[in-house]
C-alpha cells in the first residue's frame, strides 16, 4: 500500500472532490441522526478552514482520501447500528457511483468543448 501524501499537492483534485462530495451527501441520508454523528480526522480542517484563501506562506492542510465519521454511544444499538450499515451499504456506495459518474461525464464534455 502506498505512503498517505505529505503535502496538500500529493492528493489527486479530482479524489479530494469527491471525499467533501461524500462528506456533504453523509448527512442528506442520516438526518435523524444528525446529533449523534460527527466529521472527524483529516476532513476536519478543509470544512473549517477556506484551504485556498490561506495567508500568504501557510501551507494547505494535507488531507484526506477518507471520511471518517464519529458517532455516539447511543447510535450504536442493534438496531440503528444495522440501519446505519444498510444505508452505507446501499445509497453512500451509489452515490460515489453517481459523483464519479457526473465527475466523468462532466470531464469528457470539458475536453470536448476545449478543442
Known sequence: MPDKPTTAAGYRREHVELVRDT???VPTKLADLSDDVVVVGGLVPSLLIAQDALPV????HVGTMDLDIGLTLAVLDEAR????TERFDVRASAQSLTIRE????NAGRSKTTRR
Open 23 to 25: 462528506c456533504l451527501y
Open 81 to 84: 447500528y444495522r440501519t446505519l
Open 102 to 105: 457526473t465527475r466523468r461525464a
Open 57 to 60: 506562506g501557510v501551507e494547505p
